[in-house]
């Protein structure tokens, strides 16, 4: 909790700064499509794309050259003004701390457009220090622009330091919103010896034993390999970092744009490990999250179907009960809640997804 006292942790952090939150709202955000602000083709689609994705983050790091770094930050400034955003929240990703831009970014966005920012992605994060460092720099920025809620902050999980100091992160301050992986760079950084963006490698498996005849190997033979998860590791100890905490964590980048199959494969992989939703870095990518991060209608039935058993036994969600074979208890329930809530948020914002759910039939 940033080594000062419980008590102070959710004063602001400067005079006239708006109260910071105590709770994260649960807001879905499934997909955060990534749009350069200085491509003039890209930005004229962003209203267009309003109500179809859940998240649109203005890019000013990475995928924007030095040369347009200036032009990326106004046309962000420009779209933010001039959109209607409605469902869809507004995030942007500054430059990195350590880069000449930075301040700029922060200087220029909380006063043009802080009242319809919703979080700034922090790049690169190392460490708590960085949080530390954004949080009171926002807070000043929040108090002379005379803003009325705090913008959240979000932390890219990108360097073996940063994944070392997870924990530590998320609990830096109560802006945390939650944290994305950035494979790219954490596998260069780690020294990882991969050149994709994210996803499997043919190399990294296990592979069967030998079969075996009167008890001797056959070592020529043919045998079924099975490719290994290079992120999970990393997934889960980020998702842990952020319940812990109470902030959301999410799958970062998918870089081969042509491979939907796999790409679909590893936002599931994070989304049953506990992640709420994926970086979309081509308008495809979209409607894979948003089919991913969703629950299924026969997932939504089958957890209604334990609420509603568990509830007709009574006992305030204790004892157990037998429903198609299976005994489900106060821990089903737990776990079954969590689907209800994300279909009931979700059905709030996506009117497809409110139909299929409304349509769910719940025998006993």
């Known amino acids: 909790m940033s080594g000062k006292s419980a008590k102070d942790f959710f004063r602001p952090l400067a005079v006239g700064a708006p109260e910071p939150l105590r709770e994260i709202p649960a807001r879905p955000s499934r997909a955060i499509h990534f749009f350069d602000p200085s491509n003039e083709k890209m930005a004229a689609k962003v209203p267009d794309m ?39 929240q507004l995030w942007t990703r500054i430059n990195a701390l350590d880069s000449p831009w930075v301040l700029d970014d922060l200087t220029t966005l909380v006063p043009e457009i802080g009242d319809r920012l919703d979080v700034i992605m922090v790049p690169k ?99 079924a390999t099975y490719l290994q998860d290079l992120w999970h590791y990393t997934i889960a100890r980020m998702v842990d970092a952020c319940a812990m905490h109470g902030i959301y964590p999410y799958y970062g980048p998918f870089g081969d744009i042509t491979d939907v199959v796999a790409c679909e494969d590893q936002f599931r992989n994070a989304f049953l490990l506990g992640c709420v939703g994926a970086w979309s870095l081509h308008p495809k990518q979209i409607a894979i999250a948003n089919k991913v991060f969703s629950p299924s209608v026969e997932d939504v039935r089958h957890a209604r179907r334990v609420v509603a058993a568990m509830a007709a036994l009574g006992g305030g969600g204790t004892g157990a009960v037998m429903l198609d074979g299976k005994m489900e208890d106060d821990a089903s329930l737990k776990q079954c809640l969590v689907m209800v809530e994300l279909a009931e948020q979700l059905a709030k914002i996506d009117p497809v997804l409110e139909q299929q759910y409304a349509a769910i039939e719940v025998d006993a």
Do not use: W
């Not at 203005?58 to 209607?84: C, F, H, M, P, Y």
């Open 50 to 88: 309003v109500g179809t994705v859940d998240v649109l983050l203005g890019n000013l790091e990475d995928a924007v050259k030095a040369d347009n770094k200036v032009a990326a930050r106004q046309g962000l400034v420009q779209i933010a003004k001039g959109t209607s955003f409605g469902p869809t």
């Open 125 to 223: 994060v190392q460490g708590a220090e960085d949080i530390h460092y954004v949080d009171r720099i926002l807070a000043q920025l929040e108090a002379k622009a005379g803003l009325e809620r705090p913008i959240l902050v979000h932390a890219i999980l990108e360097t073996a330091r940063g994944v070392a100091n997870v924990e530590a992160i998320c609990g830096a301050s109560p802006r945390m919103q939650g944290i994305s992986l950035g494979p790219a760079d954490l596998a260069a950084d780690r020294r990882m010896k991969t050149t994709r963006v994210g996803g499997g490698h043919p190399g990294y498996l296990v592979r069967d034993d030998p079969p075996r005849t009167d008890g001797v190997a056959n070592l020529e033979a043919t045998r």
